[in-house]
T-cell receptor, first 113, second 113 residues
Framework: DAGVTQSPTHLIKTRGQQVTLRCSPK?????VSWYQQALGQGPQFIFQ???????QRGNFPDRFSGHQFPNYSSELNVNALLLGDSALYLC????????????FGEGSWLTVV | DAKTTQPTSMDCAEGRAANLPCNHS???????VYWYRQIHSQGPQYIIH???NNETNEMASLIITEDRKSSTLILPHATLRDTAVYYC??????????????FGQGTILTVHP
């Protein structure tokens, strides 16, 4: 049983560009959350998707958007990239029907130059 | 979600038990205590969680005080591979904050030979 998988693992973008990160949740999980982790900091909650809708959102600007597909996979999009967006982006999945445990993927390292 | 307080760093000798404390004095009755760890450059790994009873799994034990204002994560026989940042998180699992984890700075545990 595959856990949470994310792609790509590493990428480099130029300031002002747009990026899309992808996540496949753990089998049986229907809720996907995204986190941003800057170097030396703990992960910060960006937003959460359930039933293809954004259910909760952290303190992130509208440049950060997402999508959830019918198969529960999800994308995180960031527009007009800033140098400060350089971070590890983590996807986490969960399901109330399968208990309260939240599992994380290995993340996508984004470097903005 | 309630705030948690953890020591910045701790050391442990290989083969000995590692006891990581966490204070969560403002925890609410429906909030769970979660523990995750993060090894450098990897996604957070779920360890254990509990509501009010002590919990044990193949990785660790979680001891929650009777008033639920503090807890201790116990790694019974620490190995070098247990060196990581350990996060204690309080979350209203199943409630309005479902799936949203608020990470602090965590405890850097160093296991030495």
């Amino acid at each position: 049983d595959a856990g949470v998988t994310q792609s790509p693992t590493h990428l480099i973008k130029t300031r002002g560009q747009q990026v899309t990160l992808r996540c496949s949740p753990k089998s049986g999980h229907d809720t996907v959350s995204w986190y941003q982790q800057a170097l030396g900091q703990g992960p910060q909650f960006i937003f959460q998707y359930y039933e293809e809708e954004e259910r909760q959102r952290g303190n992130f600007p509208d440049r950060f958007s997402g999508h959830q597909f019918p198969n529960y996979s999800s994308e995180l999009n960031v527009n007009a990239l800033l140098l400060g967006d350089s971070a590890l982006y983590l996807c986490a999945s969960s399901s109330l029907q399968e208990g309260n445990t939240i599992y994380f993927g290995e993340g996508s390292w984004l470097t903005v130059v | 979600d309630a705030k948690t307080t953890q020591p910045t760093s701790m050391d442990c000798a290989e083969g000995r038990a590692a006891n990581l404390p966490c204070n969560h004095s403002t925890i609410s009755g429906n909030e769970y205590v979660y523990w995750y760890r993060q090894i450098h450059s990897q996604g957070p790994q779920y360890i254990i969680h509990g509501l009010k009873n002590n919990e044990t799994n193949e990785m660790a034990s979680l001891i929650i005080t009777e008033d639920r204002k503090s807890s201790t994560l116990i790694l019974p026989h620490a190995t070098l591979r247990d060196t990581a940042v350990y996060y204690c998180i309080v979350s209203n699992a199943g409630g309005t904050s479902y799936g949203k984890l608020t990470f602090g700075q965590g405890t850097i545990l160093t296991v030495h030979p």
